[in-house]
């Protein structure tokens, strides 16, 4: 009876153990598991926490905290103060002035091919900005032969005589006049050299190394401006010299046109005079004659006169278009 009693008294104490070892691991895994938990909590405190006051990766500012060096002169504005946004990103509508986006008279032909972006001051801010214009019906496709970007019609139009040389647009290089593969003419630009970064007219015009000031034009002298919507008055410029300034036209003449005797004026017609009237020339393939009309639209155009057989060729003599063989 006693040996019995002892052998229940050995198991139970074994038991106990073998139960106060389940609890111990049990608690071990507990314990790992909040590890875990707090080995996660250590990479939350890594993300950056936007109000904090602490400046922290991927935050361009927290409250009143900026990197060295952030204020509204170093992003391109007068003054002001700059301010952080709630979201953490600069908020620049306290600092003063404005910040350029365009450098003035840069332009481009937009997606489309029908209208163009050009640079110019926003009367509000004072600073440059992109404004877009479409191309009048007259000369619906927009193109940058020159660099800058134009309104051009459809079919194939000489937009100079070929050699012709005149200084830039902006007075940094030469443009002359040459052929296009479809056999047009029109203005390529060779910029200025480094050394001579200045244009000066002449003939030939030249790159200087500082060009002295020539007039553009003759003082109260006017044209259409080139995209034909207002009038380019020759005015003296600041420096003394003249320069071309230009008016738009009203609205209700929105179009600027020349007259049979070439006076530039904004009518309120859509069609635009190619040509002064009764002018004669050789046509482009130099196997006719083309003389000025007036067209159906009341405009002038170029109406075209074959060659005779005998006498298949064009040719300018003594001054006037002749059909010789």
Request: glycine share 8%; charged share 20%; hydrophobic share 30%.
């Amino acid at each position: 009876m006693k040996t019995t009693l002892s052998i229940i008294l050995i198991l139970s104490v074994a038991f106990l153990f073998s139960v106060a070892g389940c609890d111990d691991e049990s608690k071990s895994n507990t314990n790992n598991v909040n590890n875990l938990n707090n080995l996660n909590n250590t990479n939350n405190v890594n993300n950056a926490v936007c109000g904090n006051g602490i400046l922290e990766t991927g935050e361009a500012c927290d409250t009143d905290v900026f990197p060295d060096g952030t204020d509204c002169i170093a992003l391109g504005f007068t003054g002001g103060t700059i301010s952080c946004a709630a979201d953490c990103t600069l908020d620049t509508t306290t600092c003063e002035g404005c910040v350029d986006a365009c450098i003035l008279d840069e332009s481009h032909c937009n997606i489309d091919g029908n209208a163009y972006d050009y640079c110019d001051l926003d009367a509000e801010s004072g600073c440059t900005a992109w404004f877009t214009a479409s191309c009048p019906e007259a000369f619906p496709m927009c193109e940058e032969p020159m660099g800058y970007a134009n309104c051009y019609p459809t079919e194939c139009v000489d937009e100079c005589g070929y050699g012709e040389a005149m200084c830039s647009f902006d007075g940094a290089g030469i443009d002359t006049c040459d052929y296009l593969e479809n056999g047009c003419t029109t203005w390529f630009t060779a910029p200025c050299a480094i050394e001579t970064p200045e244009c000066q007219e002449g003939i030939p015009p030249m790159c200087v190394e500082t060009a002295v000031c020539v007039d553009e034009c003759t003082l109260d002298e006017f044209f259409c401006s080139w995209d034909a919507t207002g009038m380019d008055t020759c005015v003296e410029g600041p420096d003394g010299c003249t320069i071309f300034e230009t008016t738009p036209c009203p609205v209700e003449t929105p179009t600027c046109e020349y007259d049979a005797g070439g006076v530039a004026s904004c009518t309120s017609t859509v069609c635009i005079d190619v040509c002064v009237l009764g002018e004669v020339q050789c046509n482009l393939a130099a196997d006719g004659i083309d003389t000025c009309v007036t067209g159906a639209d009341g405009c002038t155009e170029w109406s075209s006169a074959a060659c005779p057989f005998n006498k298949p060729n064009c040719l300018i003599f003594q001054g006037n278009p002749t059909c010789r063989n």
